[in-house]
């Protein structure tokens, strides 16, 4: 791959976790929509569930979540009163499943740090969950942890509470690069974490990394790849830091003349990519990586791999309620989004309200254009006649959208063969932009969106 083509094709383009994407998001979708979309929900589905828990106790200065920095638990203890609250809101709205409760096979908990809960209180929000949805026995119950602050008796509250998997921040070994980001963290700290974690029964393990980062160079990447290996994720998603300090006021404390260009950068993510590979990971879309022991794994030849707020999810639930400030959940009808102040989000449940802020329904269209672009994110090919037929749509209105892939077709990014797109492999650090020929929402959301590569 020429520098040519990185830098032709170094456009903003969404990382399609949804589709439509947040940004397209409105206000007509308000707690009352949310309540009826519940409603409607077929009692024998399946749930997956995602907590947000939006507080940490210092803030990385590469961080593009929405958390708060707290000294104290009483902001995070009241906090944790209103998701409860929300949690009854939402299961009195949702229709009575099996023992009188749905099934949930999914929790996520993230952040913000989901581990400034106390240890003691993880129990009682599993106990109450439990009240609330029939959590299945073999549900994945999955927390976001922060290895800097980890105990192995917080560990262990964790393992009491059933959960079954960890993800882990790394971002970089490189002490210069972790003073850079502000988020000191030595590789010995992540080792002895991971350590208790399997001692304790949580043996799915995730590993989150990072390239582009400011002072990371190429060496620095391949120790991090080995030293990241050594450790035996199941799991490692790898992650380009996306520079927007208009947007995250704190990004501003990176110096700009630190970060790698488009250029470095590529060269840095390839070499972790076929590190990666050459130490037995599967590449998983395009920024995942799952040992091949792994249901993440196992799910592209099964076809079961799906995208969803968390990435490459192998979760098939046909609805993900979110709950917390700022929570992305998705129905079959649309997509909520709840409110982002923590006052307007904790006022909102105690009157009563279901919190959400904005949303979108979807219509015939959106919900072809997002098969389509989850089958090229996840499967990296798709049937165009096949999903217009599933869905009931003229092939011809997918002419355009075809017309868009011909720069890349030329540039050997993906085929077209029919009504059949595939992304080469050459092409599959571009996928997003496969995937964007087909987003009609695009031309409204331009600029604000990270890097392809
Ligand atoms: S711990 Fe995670 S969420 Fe909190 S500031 Fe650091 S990167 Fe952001």
Sequence with gaps: MTSDLINKYDLRVPRYTSYPTAPHFNETVDGAVYKRWLSELDPKSELSLYFHIPFCDEMCWFCGCYTKIVKRYEPVKEYLGALLAEVDLVADALPTGKAGRM?????HWGGGSPTMLKGEDWMAIMDKLRSRFDVAADAEIAVELDPRTATEDYIAELERAGVNRASIGVQSYEPKVQEAIHRIQPYETTKQVIGWLRAHNITRINMDLMYGLPLQDTGEIETMIDLTVELQPNRIALFGYAHVPWMKSHQKMIHEEDLPDANERWKQFTLAVERLKERGYVQVGFDHFAH????????IDTGDLHRNFQGYTTDSAPAMLGFGASAIGYLPQGYVQNEQPLKAYSQAIYSGVLPIARGIGLNQTDKLRRAIIEDIMCNLTVDLALRAKEYGADM?????????????TEDAICTVHGHIVTVTETGRPFVRLVASAFDEYLSSGMGRHSKAV
């Design 396 to 408: 011809a209105s997918l002419d355009a959208d075809l017309q868009k892939l011909q720069p890349l």
């Design 103 to 107: 099934t949930a096979k999914h929790l």
């Design 292 to 299: 091949p022991d792994d249901s993440m794994a196992r799910a």
